[in-house]
């Protein structure tokens, strides 16, 4: 039974930031693709970003610029930085790592950005 262990989430005032990390501790998995994601409650769970073994990388267009991705080199961490941050930043963030055989989630993080 692979578990994420999320962490970094909490209350940030507009314009600041924070860093999410998830891992998977003593999986013994290096994961092909790891992602994050959010969901606002009452709608869709929604992809942020994402990097693959071979370091490619996406982003959605809210976060160009403000988020960026990375991973350790063993592929079995990772992380987001969020600068910038907007009240419509505000949801639960969840990571999503991929192995060979299946994808798992995490629990979600909460991540509110207020004044």
């Known amino acids: 039974q692979v578990q994420l262990e999320e962490s970094g989430g909490g209350l940030v005032q507009p314009g600041g930031s924070l860093r999410l990390s998830c891992a998977a501790p003593g999986s013994g998995l290096s994961f092909t693709t790891m992602g994050w994601y959010r969901q606002v409650s009452g709608k869709e769970r929604e992809l942020i970003a994402e990097i693959t073994r071979t370091g490619y990388i996406d982003y959605a267009d809210f976060v160009k610029g403000r988020f960026t991705i990375s991973s350790d080199n063993a592929k079995t961490t990772v992380y987001l930085q969020m600068n910038s941050l907007k009240p419509e930043d505000t949801a639960v963030y969840y990571c999503?790592?991929?192995?060979?055989?299946?994808?798992?989630w995490g629990r979600g993080t909460q991540v509110t950005v207020s004044s």
């Open positions: 999503r790592l991929t192995g060979l055989v299946r994808g798992y």
